[in-house]
């Protein structure tokens, strides 16, 4: 559930010639959402409240930092690049259709 991120909402959408026109809600989070009068009820609502409060959105974003740091460490381990002079720059082989030899059969033109 999105506690801390307001995000927008279309509200109504309609067409004005050859254009459509949108009209947005303002910005709220889900958590606010929910908590519109008849949308949960009052213990869900109670529950909801609780946790919110109990979250703490720096203490959230650290221990998110604690736990990608591993798996970013091993993505920063790059392979090293073969050595050898085969292959063109780019490390792609040249497409027999791109060649710029000769053809044994020219092209014909579609007049």
Request: aromatic content about 10%.
């Amino acid at each position: 559930m999105n506690f801390f991120l307001p995000g927008l909402k279309l509200q109504t959408k309609w067409r004005e010639k050859s254009a459509w026109k949108k009209r947005y809600e303002l910005a709220r989070t889900a958590y606010q959402r929910l908590l519109d009068p008849g949308v949960l009820g009052r213990r869900a609502r109670r529950e909801l409240r609780e946790r919110y409060e109990s979250l703490d959105p720096f203490g959230l974003k650290a221990e998110v930092e604690r736990r990608l740091q591993p798996i970013l460490a091993g993505a920063t381990k790059v392979a090293p690049r073969p050595t050898g002079g085969c292959a063109p720059r780019g490390g792609l082989t040249p497409s027999p259709l791109h060649s710029t030899a000769r053809r044994a059969f020219p092209r014909q033109r579609g007049y």
